[in-house]
């Protein structure tokens, strides 16, 4: 992979096709380090990472995309997310074994994928697209079929510790449209895992279509930050009764609240208790250091 942590689009300069490519390495990394994931779960998890990364190439506003995945095993959920500015995360629940050699399908029976659109200014959108296929990038494909109209073939590919994807996609515009579609398609279709994973973007786009005229964009940087803080943590804490909270400080001396997604630890006394429920201060709390 000579092209990590970076998505790159791919032009077709006479086809009305886009296409995107990521590849994700110290990103992975930095999202599963602070976890003791299965290896199953690492895989699966890496293939959401590079899937948020493709469909966030999308992205014309300031939010996030929110990919999940739940299910009735053992495995309840699977999720990864993304920004307009490539920032994306992950998180596993589950308990219980987990094989280490479970596919997609068998980690989640019963279950679904569910798509969030949630800009910072407007409405959320969300598509839920049942666990029909085989694999993660097969769910995804049918997403688009049956909510956008727009033929689409997505490949994504993860060993745990490193995750690549690629998607292509009819562009919602009037042209040659089929028989162009049939032939990329096509060409895409002989993409294996390995070539995904350790080829680099050039050598891939040469590998697949060097008889067409395509090139690549600019690429823009992917990387692992958790949006998590103290002020964050605290005004989550305002779910909670002021009373039961000023108890578990009585008997324990700190609420503590734990990011699930970085496993920063926030630690508040009465004091940032008090500011929180007062009328007169924000939910920033006091600026005792814990």
Avoid at 162 to 181: F, K, N, R, S, Y
Avoid at 222 to 242: G, H, I, N, P, Y
Wanted: glycine share 6%; hydrophobic share 35%; proline share 3%.
């Amino acid at each position: 992979m000579s092209n990590p942590d970076q998505i790159q689009r791919i032009m077709f300069d006479e086809l009305d096709i886009r296409g995107v490519v990521s590849g994700l390495q110290k990103t992975c990394h930095d999202c599963f380090e602070n976890h003791d994931y299965p290896e199953a779960i690492k895989q699966v998890l890496g293939e959401m990472l590079a899937a948020v990364s493709l469909l966030s190439s999308n992205l014309k506003f300031e939010g996030r995309l929110i990919l999940q995945a739940q299910g009735q095993g053992n495995v309840r959920l699977l999720m990864a997310e993304s920004n307009q500015d490539r920032d994306v995360r992950a998180i596993a629940r589950f308990e219980g074994e987990i094989p280490e050699n479970a596919s997609f399908r068998e980690l989640l029976p019963e279950g679904q994928v569910v798509l969030t659109i949630d800009p910072d200014q407007g409405n959320r959108y969300q598509g839920v697209v049942p666990l029909d296929g085989e694999t993660l990038a097969k769910c995804l494909e049918s997403y688009f079929i049956s909510s956008e109209q727009l033929p689409t073939q997505v490949h994504l590919a993860s060993d745990g510790e490193t995750a690549a994807g690629m998607m292509l996609q009819v562009l919602p515009a009037e042209g040659t449209g089929e028989e162009d579609w049939d032939r990329i398609s096509h060409l895409a279709s002989t993409l294996k895992s390995s070539e995904l994973l350790e080829l680099g973007n050039e050598t891939l786009l040469y590998r697949l279509f060097h008889e067409e005229q395509c090139r690549l964009y600019e690429p823009d940087d992917v990387q692992f930050k958790c949006t998590c803080s103290r002020e964050r943590s605290l005004a989550s804490l305002k779910l909670v009764d002021k009373a039961e909270l000023l108890d578990v400080i009585a008997e324990s001396g700190m609420v503590n609240v734990n990011c699930q997604f970085c496993n920063a630890h926030y630690g508040f006394d009465s004091t940032d208790i008090e500011a929180l429920f007062s009328d007169e201060t924000s939910a920033a709390g006091s600026k005792n250091v814990h």
